[in-house]
Nanobody
Framework: QVQLVESGGALVQTGGSLRLSCAASGRTSSAYPMGWFRQTPQKERDFVAA????????RYADSVKGRFTISRDNAKLTAYLQMNSLKPEDTAVYYC?????????????????????WGQGTQVTVSS
């Protein structure tokens, strides 16, 4: 079993920046493909960004491309989401997730159903 804990969510003004962290613990002998998703009360959970187990490849939702950057430090078992130029529509609970079991080291996983482990979420609020 893998446990994921997000941190870094906060209230920030439009145009500001935040960095979210996702620390993994438990059965972490392997580096897992990871992703970030977000959810508001009015919508289902949406894909934000994902990264391969090695960190070699990343993918982003169109709405955050050019503003958000996903990265990872496998030595620290931690993934990050750097969020710049934040907008009010970025307000959401942000979740990190990891793909467990059998996975492809070169594949970037985009679908929620492909992820086995989830954190508890961290709130990001962007004021206008």
């Amino acid at each position: 079993q893998v446990q994921l804990v997000e941190s870094g969510g906060a209230l920030v003004q439009t145009g500001g920046s935040l960095r979210l962290s996702c620390a993994a613990s438990g059965r972490t002998s392997s580096a897992y493909p990871m992703g970030w998703f977000r959810q508001t009360p009015q919508k289902e959970r949406d894909f934000v960004a994902a990264i391969t187990s090695t960190g070699a490849s990343t993918r982003y939702a169109d709405s955050v491309k050019g503003r958000f950057t996903i990265s990872r430090d496998n030595a620290k078992l931690t993934a990050y989401l750097q969020m710049n130029s934040l907008k009010p529509e970025d307000t959401a609970v942000y979740y990190c997730a990891a793909v467990g079991g059998s996975f492809n080291n070169h594949y970037v996983y985009l679908k929620e159903r492909e992820y086995n482990y989830w954190g508890q979420g961290t709130q990001v609020t962007v004021s206008s």
